[in-house]
Nanobody, 126 residues
Framework: QVQLVESGGGSVQAGGSLRLSCAASGYTLSRPCMGWFRQVPGKEREGVATISSAGTTRYSDSVKGRFTISRDNAKNTLYLEINNLKPEDTGMYYC????????????????????WGQGTQVTVSS
């Protein structure tokens, strides 16, 4: 059974940084496509970044240059480095895994992901 457990969220001031982690277990593909999404109440879940089996990364325009997605295959852990945080980055951040090596070209496609974590809250104050 696939399990994804996020950690690293918190409350920070604008301009600050955070590093989110997602510990993954129970999956059969080596280095599957994984991604980070975020959601605020009343809005749909938004794709933030994805990373494929080959290490190809993609980002939404709103976070490009500030967020970095990476993975440590030996630790089965996905990361999201967030710099220069803005109040609009506030939300629940979810880790997701797809039963495929490929993520596709569209970052904002939550429907193609098969497994989800419970989320970690990021709150940015101005």
């Amino acid at each position: 059974q696939v399990q994804l457990v996020e950690s690293g969220g918190g409350s920070v001031q604008a301009g600050g940084s955070l590093r989110l982690s997602c510990a993954a277990s129970g999956y059969t593909l080596s280095r599957p496509c994984m991604g980070w999404f975020r959601q605020v109440p009343g809005k749909e879940r938004e794709g933030v970044a994805t990373i494929s089996s080959a290490g190809t990364t993609r980002y939404s325009d709103s976070v490009k240059g500030r967020f970095t997605i990476s993975r440590d295959n030996a630790k089965n852990t996905l990361y999201l480095e967030i710099n220069n945080l803005k109040p609009e980055d506030t939300g629940m951040y979810y880790c997701a895994l797809r039963d495929s090596y490929f993520c596709g070209s569209n970052v904002d496609s939550p429907s193609v992901f098969d497994y989800w974590g419970q989320g970690t809250q990021v709150t940015v104050s101005s």
